[in-house]
């Protein structure tokens, strides 16, 4: 089945460490996205990639860091400079700019302490 | 920039039909797009409107007013499983990706 995997689920670090996020989509997608959400709030787009090796900031880039060495593949490095990390962090890919959907994956529930 | 808005909670009966508003500003503007999300879930795709008008699948329809900035998504035949959260999110003002409101968290009463 074609999808996106985030993983871990949960995830806890002690705060002033990194800390990496996988995504990972089958679905032959050329554009991924990270958001972050706070509870009871929308989401809010940190980085985003439209093709392999290019990425570009979103609204709250600050504090984060991706890398798109891979298709399939776009992970989020939440920095120590990341003031407020603690979130839900969901992961999405498009099959092009200009298409409707986007899809999500399960999402990774962070926790910095 | 962008914003949304969208009331915070909406209350319905099962079986009976709600609307859920969604007003905009935005520096450009492609589309207006739905999305629910249950707890703890992952955001779903419900529909998307780029023109005036109506768009219809299935107990979900969408209605989007450019001029007005104002768009809403209408549930029929409400059931239990509809009681989630639900976002209106823009696309637009050169970056690609999404801009979402803050969602409408939908309870539904037997």
């Known amino acids: 089945d074609g999808g996106i995997t985030q993983s871990p689920k949960y995830l806890f670090r002690k705060e002033g460490q990194n800390v990496t996020l996988s995504c990972e989509q089958n679905?032959?997608?050329?554009?991924m996205y990270w958001y972050r959400q706070d509870p009871g709030q929308g989401l809010r787009l940190i980085y985003y990639?439209?093709?392999?090796?290019?990425?570009q900031k979103g609204d709250i880039a600050e504090g984060y860091s991706v890398s798109r060495e891979k298709k399939e593949s776009f992970p989020l490095t939440v920095t120590s400079a990341q003031k407020n990390p603690t979130a839900f962090y969901l992961c999405a890919s498009r099959a092009g700019t200009g298409l409707k959907e986007q899809y999500f994956g399960p999402g990774t529930r962070l926790t910095v302490t | 920039g962008q914003s949304l808005e969208q009331p915070s909670e909406v209350t319905a009966v099962e079986g009976a039909i709600v609307q859920i508003n969604c007003t905009y500003q935005t520096s450009g503007f492609y589309g207006l797009s739905w999305y629910q999300q249950h707890d703890g879930g992952a955001p779903t795709f419900l529909s998307y409107?780029?023109?005036?008008g109506l768009e219809e699948t299935g107990r979900f329809s969408s209605f989007l007013s450019r001029s007005d900035s104002y768009g809403y998504l209408l549930l029929q035949e409400l059931q239990m499983k509809d009681s989630a959260s639900y976002f209106c999110a823009v696309e637009g003002g050169g970056a690609d990706g999404l801009t979402f409101g803050k969602g409408t968290h939908l309870i539904i009463q037997p």
């Open positions: 409107n780029g023109l005036d």
């Open positions: 679905l032959n997608h050329d554009a």
């Open positions: 990639s439209q093709i392999v090796n290019d990425f």
